[in-house]
């Protein structure tokens, strides 16, 4: 009893000195306006200070209760006890808190929700890095201990078999700096560096160092006429690394016609487009293919060398350009990936 008491009134102590001040007041004034007597005075004083304490008793009480009403919310909550934030409800007193608290509660929920996804993509990507590894490293093995084995000396197939093998660890290679690169960009430690630069010269490097390989599949690679004092603003090593994943996919994904690098200028912006006369994307892949390690045709796309990462460095690279790439598509037909450039 005593023991309550006491803490009641220790709840409210941080009125003590203003109510006490008030009542001090009180007091002077009355013994004042009244000319009160000594004795008077004494046992006014003593039952002025009885109705502090009995003030100080309620108002204590009243916030002893308001904070344990918070603190077992802030306890449930820390709990997981709530499932939404509708289950938070606060008496009227502290309903003014109600929002905040809901709003903390959302943020919390929110934060921790992200956390988890994040570790799942964290897993999924570690397994899809091994998965990737696996394939290269086992042709290797494979082929490597075929030959071992007696093949080496099978003048029918034991040159094959090292191509095959030299092909799988280029595929390795290429995954490995595929990885390398999606892992700096992702962190943040691609550094970039934007300047002008004139776009008839550099889209034709670009282009005739790829010939070969489109020439090597039977494919016609063509550039577009492009203005001679055209320029355009942008990081050149990583736009040549846009421009090879996108003109390589268009040839790797291309049996017969050609592959066609155009820009078109508008008022302040020239916009590049890899076309070409391919296989085509289903239109329900279209927003994932972006993805990394996404792949249509998973068997096609490892047979061709493909890590399934170059889409998802594309996709950042020109997002640091602040541009965005598109695709249009149709099977059997062709597809046209395109972005602007400033210039
Ligand atoms: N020009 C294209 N024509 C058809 N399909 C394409 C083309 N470019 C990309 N794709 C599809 O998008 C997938 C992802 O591309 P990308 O990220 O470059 O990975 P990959 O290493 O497989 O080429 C490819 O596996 C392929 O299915
Ligand atoms: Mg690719």
Do not use: C
């Amino acid at each position: 009893m005593w023991n309550k008491i006491k803490q009641n009134l220790s709840a409210s102590k941080i009125y003590f000195v203003e109510i006490f001040i008030v009542f001090v007041l009180f007091l002077f004034s009355l013994s004042f306006v009244y000319a009160l007597s000594l004795t008077q005075f004494v046992s006014l004083s003593l039952i002025t200070l009885l109705f502090l304490f009995i003030l100080l008793y309620i108002i204590g009480k009243k916030r002893k209760l308001e904070i344990s009403e918070i603190k077992s919310i802030i306890e449930s909550i820390r709990k997981n006890q709530f499932n939404s934030a509708e289950e938070i409800k606060l008496t009227t007193s502290l309903v003014d808190l109600e929002d905040e608290i809901k709003a903390m509660f959302l943020k919390t929920r929110n934060d921790i929700e992200n956390l988890k996804k994040l570790e799942q993509v964290r897993t999924e990507f570690l397994g899809n890095v091994s998965h990737e590894l696996r394939t290269p490293i086992f042709g290797i093995q494979g082929y490597i201990e075929t030959l071992l084995d007696g093949a080496i000396n099978d003048p029918k197939v034991n040159k094959n078999f090292l191509l095959k093998a030299a092909a799988h660890s280029e595929n390795l290679n290429n995954l490995l700096n595929d990885l390398i690169d999606i892992s700096m960009i992702e962190s943040g430690q691609m550094r970039m560096s934007f300047r002008y630069f004139n776009a008839k010269e550099y889209f034709e490097t670009i282009v005739n160092n790829m010939k070969n390989l489109a020439e090597a599949k039977g494919i016609e690679l063509l550039l577009g006429e492009i203005r001679p004092k055209l320029e355009l603003f942008g990081d050149k090593v990583r736009l040549k690394q846009v421009m090879v994943n996108l003109i390589s996919n268009a040839i790797k994904y291309t049996d017969k016609g050609k592959v066609e690098v155009l820009i078109e200028e508008s008022e302040d912006k020239g916009r590049i487009i890899v076309k070409d006369t391919g296989i085509g994307i289903p239109e329900s892949e279209l927003g994932r293919i972006f993805e990394r390690f996404y792949r249509v045709d998973k068997i096609r796309s490892r047979a061709v060398g493909g890590s399934g990462l170059g889409l998802a460095i594309v996709k950042h690279i020109l997002e640091a350009h602040s541009t965005k790439i598109m695709v249009i598509s149709t099977i059997g037909v062709g597809s046209e990936f395109s972005f602007a450039l400033k210039k």
